[in-house]
């Protein structure tokens, strides 16, 4: 299986921001920064529905962001 660490801007089109169950604005297009991903994966991440946002303690962040 072969992955990939790239800095990519998906243009997913017209997308809301939502928090909780309420509509705080709208958003087009989002650079993510891809620690790890198939070519697959990075095409169902551009196809989904949903993508969340989980906020991480500032030490998890680190560790993620060094590739371990």
């Known amino acids: ?3 990939i660490n790239v800095s990519i ?3 997913l089109g017209p997308r ?4 909780g169950d309420k ?6 297009g989002v650079t993510i920064q891809i620690a790890e991903a ?7 991440l551009k ?3 949903v993508i969340e946002l989980v906020k ?3 030490a998890e962040f680190e560790q993620t962001n060094k590739g371990g």
């Not at 809301?16 to 928090?19: Q, S």
């Not at 509509?23 to 087009?28: D, F, N, S, T």
């Not at 198939?38 to 169902?44: D, G, K, N, V």
């Open 9 to 11: 801007n998906l243009k």
């Open 1 to 3: 299986m072969s992955f």
């Open 56 to 58: 991480v303690h500032k």
């Open 38 to 44: 198939t070519p697959e994966e990075l095409i169902e």
């Open 23 to 28: 509509v705080l604005g709208a958003c087009e």
């Open 47 to 49: 196809n989904a529905e």
């Open 16 to 19: 809301l921001v939502r928090v």
